[in-house]
């Protein structure tokens, strides 16, 4: 049986006085895929920032390896969880290969070994990722999934057994999308690293064939498989409207599609 790797218990977190996310409570298994879904304004990047300390709980307990959140240095902590936070657009000064090899500050150390030892996990992260070819670009001059599949790469250079990724598919062409939702399932199953991700693709969540966990007012109002999570009850109490569904003609299986009342 897995041991849970994650455990969030009654948390609940305040921004700008304002209760953000209330009475969450959610355990995420080692080697597990979570996809956050839920509308704009529901507390999945709040949720997201709280297992990281970005955001503070008002109350509640994280737990992260049977360890206390707060109990964790940012070191430690770090060597546990690697963030892909939302893409930004802001100019980097970095290379790829500089920006990748920055993820290993968890494990800085003046001995030789170490050092080797940094060289071998950013070429795991460049290859793993297929960004070899850009390590030697600048950030700032690649394409928007040029850039994702790097943070990523960075992500996995921590050598971090889970990663959170908030919004990895934003403002990417389909067939970047794709690419992406294909590298981070490869991640998770080939080298087991507990992925959640916190997403506006529905049709990616529960493509993702992970455990989908749905937001609305800040409280959890699914957390299921995907089979169950692409129904049109359910689709309409997340997000208030309806929804068509098709069958994709290679793979059977289910896509929504929203409908537009006019």
């Not at 049709?203 to 064939?209: E, K, T």
Request: some cysteine; aromatic content about 6%.
């Amino acid at each position: 049986m897995k041991k849970t790797i994650i455990s969030i218990d009654h948390l609940s977190c305040v921004l700008g006085g304002k209760e953000i996310i209330r009475d969450i409570s959610l355990a995420v298994t080692e080697g597990e895929y979570v996809s956050i879904v839920g509308p704009n304004g529901s507390g999945k990047t709040t949720l997201l920032k709280s297992l990281v300390r970005i955001v503070r709980a008002k109350q509640g307990a994280i737990t992260i390896a049977g360890k206390p959140l707060e109990k964790y240095s940012q070191r430690e902590l770090a060597r546990l969880v690697a963030y892909v936070p939302q893409a930004d657009g802001l100019p980097s000064p970095f290379s790829v290969e500089e920006f990748v090899t920055m993820a290993r500050y968890p494990y800085l150390s003046s001995f030789s070994g170490a050092r080797k030892k940094n060289e071998e996990a950013v070429a795991f992260a460049l290859e793993t990722t297929e960004t070899c070819h850009l390590a030697d670009r600048l950030l700032s001059g690649l394409s928007g999934g040029e850039r994702q599949r790097v943070f990523i790469a960075a992500a996995l250079a921590q050598e971090a057994p889970v990663m959170l990724l908030d919004e990895p598919t934003t403002f990417l062409d389909p067939k970047h999308v794709a690419d992406i939702l294909v590298l981070l399932e490869r991640i998770n199953k080939e080298h087991g690293v507990t992925t959640v991700s916190v997403t506006h693709d529905i049709n990616g969540a529960a493509l993702s064939g992970g455990r989908v966990v749905a937001l609305k007012n800040g409280t959890v109002v699914f957390c299921g498989e995907p089979g169950e999570f692409m129904d049109k009850k359910i689709l309409n109490e997340i997000y208030g409207m309806r929804f068509h569904f098709i069958e994709h003609p290679e793979t059977g299986k289910r896509y929504a599609i929203p409908v537009v009342d006019r």
